[in-house]
């Protein structure tokens, strides 16, 4: 009973009253975040940003988790019931979903949605609680050699996450790197490219950064297509749960599905777009009936939806452990804990045990919560849906402003926001992705930090960064990651 110790000081950490009403507010405002097409979860904990400055680490790390695990879920309802999914977690979930909802399940849909995305969930957590104090066990053996490889493969993940354009992806990135060398160097103590201007002495400020490129542009873009918002014809919702014998059936798709979605989630770059593909089609090469699948068959609801919710925990492997993001939520979610003062990594599960226990804790509860909203609220979502977009859209815009001013009360960080929004809004006009000037802005500073101290330590010797094994172990995957992104990218031969 011993090992269960941290997780129950979680949970009475958790469910305490000062800290649970922050899950909630994360869980329930992931879901309606990601029913409501055009926001994501990575906008999601942007608008929380504000929030997280006014409670401690561990209850701003649980809520981030709720809003994660939440916006996940909540893409497949809108997914379901207008054929649009949230999140492009929930792409997979429109092929079987939305022809429930013509054949009048909606309900039905998006129970079995609930149920597997709950069980997902929770399945990963328990993946996570096992795989990380072992990886992160590992990692306290890391120096700045090993450090600095490491940070090298997390900016491959760039070519990761650069969508349909690997050169677009790898400019972006580049752009990040540039406005991440802004400011003061940190080995010589110089001003660099501020331009004598005191408020580049200290660099971008993140918190501005990360509201303009992700929420701000987004509002941009959602406004332009205003007059397409809202009106949609509300389905019927019919029965909300399975038959017995249904979910027996389930359970042989839920289980692979969410293990399918954890190990996706676990290799950095990937997200829940592919596990819930994958996840599909492995449900549908193995089931007894394939031919159902994309007529309205609740096993093609549930593969998508366990494996996307199975990516949650397994994202939060290599992000805690090594401080290198999953996808692109956890990207934000990086820059998030940056700012509020938790650097992941080893050394968080030695000093700050009790910032794990809760995240554990949490991701479990969030789940919990998940199964609980879903159907004391299925007949809210089709409310949620129909919020105009004109009201919806301006809303998100205040708030971005009013997060951005609470960062130092100046109007200079408001301004810094509109920049990035503008830069962010022609980025998505002209297909350059978000997510590699994130990655740019938060690991090149840390890659300089880590080089510079290797250098030193070693008096300027550079072949000290190919001398440890596990460096060089980082150096091929990097490789081998880069050269699996090109063979991927569109208009590759093998594409």
């Known amino acids: 009973m011993e090992f269960l110790q941290p997780v129950l000081s979680g949970f009475a950490f958790v469910l305490h009253p000062a800290h649970f009403p922050f899950l909630f507010i994360g869980v329930a405002g992931g879901i309606a975040v990601g029913a409501l097409p055009g926001l994501t979860g990575s906008v999601g904990i942007i608008l929380l940003l504000p929030f997280l400055f006014y409670v401690d680490s561990s209850t701003a790390l649980v809520m981030m988790c709720g809003m994660f695990c939440g916006s996940i879920y909540g893409g497949s309802i809108s997914a379901i019931l207008i054929s649009t999914p949230g999140t492009p977690s929930a792409a997979a979930t429109v092929l079987d979903g939305y022809p429930m909802a013509q054949k009048g399940e909606a309900g039905k849909a998006i129970g079995v949605a609930t149920i597997a995305s709950a069980a997902g969930g929770i399945i990963s957590t328990f993946c996570l609680m096992f795989i990380a104090p072992q990886l992160a066990g590992f990692a306290l053996e890391f120096g700045p050699e090993e450090y600095f490889a490491l940070m090298v493969f997390g900016l491959t993940i760039i070519a990761s996450v650069s969508g349909k354009s690997l050169t677009k992806g790898l400019i972006a990135g580049v752009f990040g790197l540039m406005i991440g060398v802004v400011g003061i160097d940190p080995i010589v103590g110089y001003a660099r490219y501020s331009f004598d201007i005191p408020s580049l002495m200290t660099g971008f400020p993140l918190l501005p950064v990360l509201i303009g490129l992700f929420a701000i542009s987004q509002v941009f873009v959602q406004l332009e297509k205003v007059h397409k918002a809202g009106g949609e014809t509300a389905p019927v919702l019919g029965n909300l749960l399975p038959t017995a014998r249904e979910m027996l059936g389930l359970v042989k798709v839920i289980i692979p599905s969410s293990l ?5 989630g676990v290799i950095p770059g990937t997200g829940g777009a592919i596990a819930s593909f994958l996840a ?13 699948f994309g007529t309205g068959c609740i096993e093609g609801v549930a593969a998508p939806e366990a494996a996307n919710n199975g990516t949650t925990g397994g994202a939060m492997v290599p992000l805690l452990t090594l401080g290198i993001p999953g996808d692109v939520v956890t990207a934000v979610m990086l820059g998030a804990l940056m700012l509020i003062g938790v650097r992941p990594g080893p050394l968080l599960f030695t000093e700050t045990p009790e910032i794990i226990n809760a995240v554990y804790a949490g991701l479990l509860m969030a789940n919990v919560l998940i199964l609980l909203l879903g159907f004391v609220s299925v007949r809210l979502f089709p409310m949620i849906l129909k919020v105009p977009a004109a009201t919806l859209f301006p809303l998100v815009m205040a708030l971005c402003f009013i997060g951005s001013f609470s960062l130092s009360n100046s109007s200079y960080d408001m301004t810094i926001a509109l920049i990035f929004g503008i830069i962010g809004y022609f980025m998505q006009k002209h297909g ?8 740019g802005v938060i690991l090149g500073p840390i890659a300089e930090d880590v080089l510079g101290r290797a250098l030193i330590t070693a008096y300027g010797d550079w072949t000290t960064l190919l001398r440890s094994p596990i460096a060089i172990f980082f150096y091929v995957i990097s490789v081998t990651s880069v050269a699996y992104s090109m063979r991927r990218a569109p208009g590759s031969p093998t594409d």
Do not use: M, Q
């Not at 399918?260 to 996706?264: A, D, Q, V, Y």
């Not at 350059?432 to 990655?439: D, I, S």
């Open 280 to 292: 599909y089609n492995e449900a549908k090469r193995f089931s007894k009936h394939p031919e159902r």
């Open 432 to 439: 350059f992705p978000a997510a590699p000037v994130v990655l």
């Open 260 to 264: 399918i979605g954890t190990l996706i």
